[in-house]
């Protein structure tokens, strides 16, 4: 739950160089929205077939009474992924202690909060509590970021409409009942977000640089192929 804690060697965050700290900035906005391109389409795919892989692996009568609990997981899964960054913005800074005292906090809060929901939920309560704890955490921790690394705040507003938009996409898929339609949402799904992302969420350098680097993939793919 509470990170390792390193105080960077420069001492404070008044001993950064507001050269590096603006290269950190959009280093870190950079790395939400990467992690956001790469990791919707896994939990995406993880979420909406979660019933047919719970069968396979563990039977029927598991994957019944485990499927929501899988759905509430991934979607977690998914937000959590993304408060590493802000966390490592911070720790950039020199305000590894803003993270600690969050973590602290949040502990017993959410002790209590999960004991709550496990005692009238069971474990489906358990998995919404570490949802709802991740988004939490996602929330305070971008707020902290946007507010120790000046510039960051824009990147971090549209990166949580974006993430707003994946978690409104991994609820749908998860909601169909037909296999067969959920084989046809998830493609499409993944073309939308694909699509919202290149023309709204990432900047024009960014979006250079991704192009770059497909094509230097792309590149080095076909000259490996006999």
Excluded at 38 to 50: C, G, N, R
Excluded at 101 to 120: R, T
Aim: hydrophobic share 55%.
């Amino acid at each position: 739950m509470i990170r390792r804690i390193r105080r960077p060697d420069h001492g404070g965050p008044d001993c950064v160089d507001p050269a590096e700290r603006g290269l950190r900035t959009g280093r870190g906005g950079t790395g939400i929205k990467g992690l956001l391109l790469f990791s919707f389409p896994i939990v995406l795919v993880m979420s909406a077939f979660a019933g047919e892989g719970l069968r396979l692996w563990l039977g029927p009568r598991y994957a019944a009474q485990s499927v929501a609990v899988m759905h509430w997981l991934t979607a977690g899964l998914f937000v959590y992924s993304l408060t590493y960054v802000p966390f490592s913005l911070l720790q950039g800074v020199g305000r590894a202690d803003k993270p600690a005292i969050l973590q602290v906090v949040e502990l017993v809060c959410y002790v209590a909060f999960a004991s709550f929901m496990i005692l009238k939920l069971g474990i489906k309560g358990a998995a919404m509590a570490w949802f709802i704890r991740s988004v939490i955490e996602a929330v305070i921790m971008s707020l902290m970021a946007q507010r120790h690394v000046p510039g960051s705040g824009r990147g971090v507003m549209r990166s949580g409409v974006a993430v707003l938009a994946a978690l409104l996409m991994l609820g749908g898929a998860a909601a169909v009942p037909s296999f067969g339609l959920r084989l046809v949402i998830v493609p499409v799904e993944m073309a939308v977000f694909a699509a919202f992302s290149w023309l709204w969420l990432l900047s024009a350098d960014e979006r250079g640089t991704f192009a770059g680097w497909a094509r230097a993939r792309l590149h080095t793919n076909g000259r490996s192929t006999p």
